[in-house]
């Protein structure tokens, strides 16, 4: 990462979602895990997005259990607001 560049929770997550809409979970959690890495903290957003993109999965059942992780995840984090947004599963 370049020193001038500031991660940004919503840039990572317009990428997620992207890449889970085009079925590219593996990468989409991948750059996940580098936001962390990279010190950006997740949001609200970006936590709808990787749960979009687990729903997404081609093994729909593991793809709701870690979407169900992640939600319960977000949901432990205090500064996060308990809004629960529902996906269509296409």
């Given at each position: 990462?370049?020193?001038?560049?500031?991660?940004?929770?919503?840039?990572?997550?317009?990428?997620?979602?992207?890449?889970?809409?085009e079925?590219?979970?593996?990468?989409?959690?991948?750059?996940?895990?580098?936001?962390?890495?990279?010190?950006?903290?997740?949001?609200?957003?970006l936590?709808?997005?990787?749960?979009a993109?687990?729903?997404?999965?081609?093994?729909?059942?593991?793809?709701?259990?870690?979407?169900?992780?992640?939600?319960?995840?977000?949901?432990?984090?205090?500064?996060?607001?308990?809004?629960?947004?529902?996906?269509?599963?296409?």
């Amino acid at each position: 990462m370049q020193k001038w560049y500031k991660s940004d929770s919503g840039f990572y997550s317009k990428l997620i979602t992207i890449m889970g809409k085009e079925g590219q979970l593996r990468l989409a959690m991948w750059l996940f895990g580098e936001m962390r890495k990279n010190g950006c903290r997740p949001d609200t957003s970006l936590y709808n997005s990787v749960i979009a993109a687990q729903v997404r999965s081609q093994d729909l059942g593991q793809g709701l259990e870690k979407a169900f992780k992640f939600f319960e995840e977000m949901k432990a984090k205090p500064r996060f607001e308990e809004i629960l947004t529902l996906h269509k599963i296409q």
